[in-house]
């Protein structure tokens, strides 16, 4: 059941709103500068797990709350990527603990439905700059984690980010087994 309800949101997808500042591309490492808007999100924080695990856990509850679970009753469609912010430790590895934030589609930024589900949260959020590198495939945490460390390695020395929190973003539905387009966001201070 659960598919049936994902493929009719996928349906209805809009974009996070940015603006590509700048693109660089250096020891084969592709990346793009961006300005992403802020607005209002909904979030889920899930401690004590290990990131795919927590993920598992989280993802769920914010395509609901989209599909319909809320006091509304209404479907919202979807917005990509998806993203969750993870917390790496000094060795580059990722603290058990994740936040997913999936931005509210515009013509429900004014006024969200309240989630039925209270470990939703509707928060607003400061436009943010970003360098992003892209990637394929099923993305599991390691992937992200050396995506990550890849741009964080490029950027040295031109550009400086935080060292306390990443974003990993997905753009596709699960079913979707090919071309598929996973991103690592380091957040420019």
């Given amino acids: 059941m659960l598919g049936v309800i994902k493929n009719s949101l996928f349906g209805s997808t809009e974009t996070w709103p940015w ?3 700048s693109k660089g591309d250096k020891e084969e490492v592709s990346y793009e500068e961006r300005a992403c808007e ?3 999100f ?15 856990e989280a993802m769920p509850k914010v395509v609901k709350y989209v599909g319909g679970t809320n006091d509304k009753g209404i479907g919202m469609g979807m917005t ?7 917390f790496p430790n000094e060795d580059g590895s990722l603290q058990k603990k994740l936040k997913v934030w999936f931005r509210i589609p515009n013509q429900f930024q004014s006024d969200p439905p309240v989630p039925s589900d209270d470990s939703i949260k509707i928060e607003e959020r400061e436009g943010i700059t970003i ?5 394929g495939g099923y993305a599991k945490e390691a992937d ?4 990550a460390a890849q741009l964080r390695t490029a950027l040295e020395g031109t550009a400086a980010c935080r ?3 990443y974003f990993c973003t997905g753009y596709d539905p699960p079913m979707k087994p090919y071309g598929r387009r996973n991103e690592v966001w380091l957040w420019k201070t």
């Fill in 38 to 40: 802020g607005g209002k």
């Fill in 163 to 165: 060292n306390d929190i």
């Fill in 144 to 147: 992200y984690v050396s995506h």
């Fill in 80 to 86: 990509v990527p998806i993203s969750f912010a993870v």
């Fill in 19 to 21: 603006q590509v500042l």
């Fill in 42 to 56: 909904a979030t889920v924080e899930v401690k004590d797990k290990p990131v795919d695990e927590a993920l598992r």
């Fill in 131 to 135: 360098y992003s590198k892209q990637f």
